[in-house]
T-cell receptor, first 115, second 110 residues
Framework: DTEVTQTPKHLVMGMTNKKSLKCEQHMGHRAMYWYKQKAKKPPELMFVYSYEKLSINESVPSRFSPECPNSSLLNLHLHALQPEDSALYLC??????????????FGPGTRLTVT | QKEVEQDPGPLSVPEGAIVSLNCTYSNSAFQYFMWYRQYSRKGPELLMYTYSSGNKEDGRFTAQVDKSSKYISLFIRDSQPSDSATYLCAMGDSNYQLIWGAGTKLIIKP
């Protein structure tokens, strides 16, 4: 099973709302990632969790707050977003023997629209 | 200059043709090279993963890495309309992060 699942598939939220994106994997991977992808651009790394600890935060605004409740789950809490935050949000996972691995497996993404 | 250069296309070829997709890079420290396929409004799917130089084949797909030229390629034989997608190259740096190309949009015409 090489599946990463993400919910919801689509999300429309106002600038004052609070919402959460969820990601789950059952491959036994110990590194999980959040990426943001704008149209016709490659994915941009936001956060990396390795062994449930936040390892990389790519200077993402505090209106994005990641959480890793256990080795299979990854959440992204959203609050007071801006219209320019509208994008496809991708979760990925990989093996992590020494920290991370290059073979990352992606979920289908959550398409977020901020109005 | 970007670390990874990839022509965004679109590249349009007839069904059954051999497709060649390429990326060049500037960082000689890259050792891991990946190709992802991304269909419209979906997440990227890992197609091929290569360490260092050489060729790797998987079905209709062949990945080549030429580290002396800092050039990687993905060949698709007997291309099908279902291969129409954006193909992204990605390279692993020493911090285990992926450095991405811009992606090439491929269109296979029936």
């Amino acid at each position: 099973d090489t599946e990463v699942t993400q919910t919801p598939k689509h999300l429309v939220m106002g600038m004052t709302n609070k919402k959460s994106l969820k990601c789950e994997q059952h491959m036994g991977h110990r590194a999980m990632y959040w990426y943001k992808q704008k149209a016709k651009k490659p994915p941009e790394l936001m956060f990396v969790y390795s062994y449930e600890k936040l390892s990389i935060n790519e200077s993402v605004p505090s209106r994005f707050s990641p959480e890793c409740p256990n080795s299979s789950l990854l959440n992204l809490h959203l609050h007071a977003l801006q219209p320019e935050d509208s994008a496809l949000y991708l979760c990925a996972s990989s093996q992590a023997w020494t920290g991370y691995s290059y073979e990352q497996y992606f979920g289908p993404g959550t398409r977020l629209t901020v109005t | 200059q970007k670390e990874v250069e990839q022509d965004p296309g679109p590249l349009s070829v007839p069904e059954g043709a051999i497709v060649s997709l390429n990326c060049t890079y500037s960082n000689s420290a890259f050792q891991y090279f990946m190709w992802y396929r991304q269909y419209s409004r979906k997440g990227p799917e890992l197609l091929m993963y290569t360490y260092s130089s050489g060729n790797k084949e998987d079905g209709r797909f062949t990945a080549q890495v030429d580290k002396s030229s800092k050039y990687i390629s993905l060949f698709i034989r007997d291309s099908q309309p279902s291969d129409s997608a954006t193909y992204l190259c990605a390279m692993g740096d020493s911090n285990y992060q992926l450095i991405w190309g811009a992606g090439t949009k491929l269109i296979i015409k029936p």
